[in-house]
């Protein structure tokens, strides 16, 4: 095939316009570089392409997305668990679940936007525990990129240190936020009694106005994309400052296959395909910025491969692809007698929680080490197609039926449901990695990924902790618990590997080029000019989601970059 060569020459190539690469390009661009975007998916403008403002039942569908939509027709993603054309295959007998966005924004089109910054132990846990890795970095490096986060994307919380006691839960630049729902001031009550901490929640969600967008005005449909801008994706706070530079330009459907270098070992561009027609093009920069999601950045490096590189690009140390995390999940609902028959009221507020629970127990304490966060679930918001499935079985229904009864039955009992999820932190391990599989290319003859994966007891023993913890918190609120337990042989409930897409690791960041592939800037030891700006470079997980830090590092290797092209010495 023929390889179109662009002739122009890029200060800076992104790969990839999710968290990571958006931010990268609005810092860059700011700094005055010339920035090409690569991105494998189209472009989407959410005011325009998105179902913000539509009922349930207008879909066309009953609610069904298909394969591209797995979280129903009306989501804001184009993506998904499997892709046609684009297969990964999987140790045998082990099992992870990769779901990948294919649009501009990535999955911040349709993020949880739950936004937990991470505190001072997150970055130092070897020390405290002795397992794992430390970070090369600190938690007061970090510290300014995540106030500029607070204040230029915007998130609304509260400073709740003082309250809680725990000191691994930082202050923050809040906005005010959302007053708790009915069955939140229960949960809360319950958590109380409990001495379970249970604060607002901190979501990247504007109660007010800032830079130009609108505060929220409580649809509760963040997952289809938000229309007014009210809530963070990349499309809608990072790219469009980014634009306005001048200095972007945005290459849509490029699917990258490998990032090329000199014989001296610099990266010298990318080469991607063009997803609508087959075509084979490279674009020549100066800098490279790998940001496709943890994964997608792994394994980019090792399809680039080379005689100075043979294990791919930046790898000698054989470090790409290893200590591949995910958070720990697991979830369990109830149902909450004091909740039936309540008056239609409406309880839509932001799309997800306005309260929830930070990890608060002292681990050793413990016979697992690291912790959980709670995410809270329930309500009476626009229910979805297959809502309440399963009301012939309800706790407190009888038994279902047909026409006008069934229609009062949904009426009783609709939000009488509590659900609790937990999200923690995994601690990395051997055993867990992605590589290259020698038998397997996609539909562009790009070699795929392998996955090999395994949970450790010390995860098993926190859902284990997460289940008792949430039966005590539905029984405390009266409730009956409707999730069966789940022993040993079934993880203690936890999903498997990738379901809460939280996955990181892959290109970790170290002082020790032979243990890691980044320093402590996500600079390639061996590579000065390839950086990396997604999940990849993380030690290690926290008990908090990762996108807000994900957000905060490629701030802050963005403006270390800028400094260096500015300087020349890169
Ligand atoms: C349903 C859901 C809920 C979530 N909730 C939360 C939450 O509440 N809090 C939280 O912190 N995190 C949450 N996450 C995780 C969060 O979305 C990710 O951590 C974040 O989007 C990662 O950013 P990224 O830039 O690494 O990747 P992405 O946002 O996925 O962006 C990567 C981009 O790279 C593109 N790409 C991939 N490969 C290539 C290639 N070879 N060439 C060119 N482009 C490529 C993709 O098309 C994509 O657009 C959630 C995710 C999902 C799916
Ligand atoms: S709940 Fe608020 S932030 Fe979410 S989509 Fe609606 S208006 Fe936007």
Redesign the pocket.
């Known amino acids: 095939m023929q390889v179109i060569e662009s002739s122009k020459e890029y200060d800076v190539i992104i ?8 931010m990268a390009a609005y810092v860059l661009t700011k700094a005055g570089a010339n920035v090409a975007l ?4 189209a472009l989407w403008d959410v005011a325009k392409d998105g179902a913000m403002f539509k009922w349930s039942y207008d879909s066309p569908r009953r609610g069904f997305g298909g394969k591209e939509k797995p ?1 129903g027709e009306f989501d804001g ?1 184009i ?1 998904g668990w499997e892709m046609d054309g684009e297969p990964y295959t999987m140790a045998p007998g082990e099992r992870w679940d990769w ?10 089109n ?7 910054r991470w505190g001072p132990d997150d970055f130092r846990r070897k020390g405290i525990d002795g397992l794992g890795d430390d970070w090369p970095i600190t938690y007061d490096d970090i510290k300014p990129y995540y106030d500029n986060c607070d204040r230029f994307i915007g998130i609304f919380g509260n400073n709740h240190a003082s309250e809680t006691g725990l000191h691994n839960e930082p202050d923050g630049i809040f906005q005010p936020p959302p007053k708790p729902r009915g069955y939140e001031l229960l949960i809360k009550d319950a958590c109380d009694k409990l001495k379970i901490p249970c604060v607002p929640a901190r ?1 990247s969600i504007l109660t007010q106005p800032l830079n130009g967008r609108a505060a929220c005005h409580y649809c509760g449909q963040c ?1 289809r994309g938000c229309g007014t801008h009210s809530n963070f994706s ?1 499309p809608t706070v990072l790219l469009p400052p980014a634009e306005k530079t001048g200095k972007l330009t945005v290459v849509p459907h ?4 490998e990032v090329l270098s000199d014989d001296e070992g610099r990266a010298t561009g990318v080469s ?1 395909v063009n997803t609508t027609n087959g075509q084979e093009t490279t674009l020549r920069g100066k800098i490279v910025v790998l ?4 994964c ?2 792994a ?2 490096l090792l399809n680039s491969t080379s005689p100075r590189f043979p294990k791919g690009l930046a790898n000698n140390s054989g470090v790409v692809g290893k200590y591949l995390i995910d958070s720990t999940g697991m979830s369990v609902s109830g149902f909450i007698p004091k909740l039936v028959d309540l008056p239609s009221v409406n309880e839509d507020g932001v799309g ?1 929680m306005h309260l929830y629970t930070p990890w608060w127990v002292d681990n050793r304490k413990l016979d697992f080490p690291r912790g959980y966060h709670i995410e809270i679930g329930g309500g009476r918001r626009m229910p979805g197609y297959g809502f309440m499935g399963g009301i012939e079985e309800h706790p407190g229904g009888s038994g279902g039926g047909y026409g006008k009864a069934l229609k009062e039955e949904y009426r009783r009992l609709y939000g009488t449901g509590v659900g609790f999820a937990l999200r923690g932190e995994m601690i990395p391990n051997k055993d867990s990695y992605c590589e290259i599989d020698p038998e397997v290319v996609d539909q562009w003859g ?1 070699p795929v990924l392998r996955f090999h994966f395994k949970w450790s007891d010390h995860e098993r023993k926190q859902a284990k902790h997460g289940q008792e913890t949430f039966r005590e918190i539905i029984q405390t609120m009266g409730g009956t618990v409707t999730t069966p337990w789940r022993d040993h042989d079934q993880d203690y409930g936890l999903e498997p590997g990738g379901r809460i ?4 690791g892959t290109i970790r960041m170290g002082n020790e080029p032979k243990a890691s592939v980044l320093n402590k800037y996500c600079q390639a030891h061996e590579v000065p000019n390839l950086f990396v ?4 470079p993380f030690v290690s997980q926290a008990d ?7 957000l905060a590092f ?1 701030w802050r290797t963005s403006e270390y970059i800028a400094e260096q092209w500015k300087k020349r010495s890169i």
């Open positions: 790969v990839g316009s999710g968290a990571g690469g958006g690569l991105e494998a998916g979280f993603c993506g779901f990948r966005a294919r649009m501009l924004g990535g999955r911040t349709h993020w949880g936007r739950i936004s937990l979501m997952g990349s490029a699917m990258a296959r991607y940001a496709a999601s943890a997608e950045s394994r980019l997800g790009i897409i939280h996955e990181s700006c997604d999940g990849a908090k989601n990762l996108t807000w830090t994900i490629a």
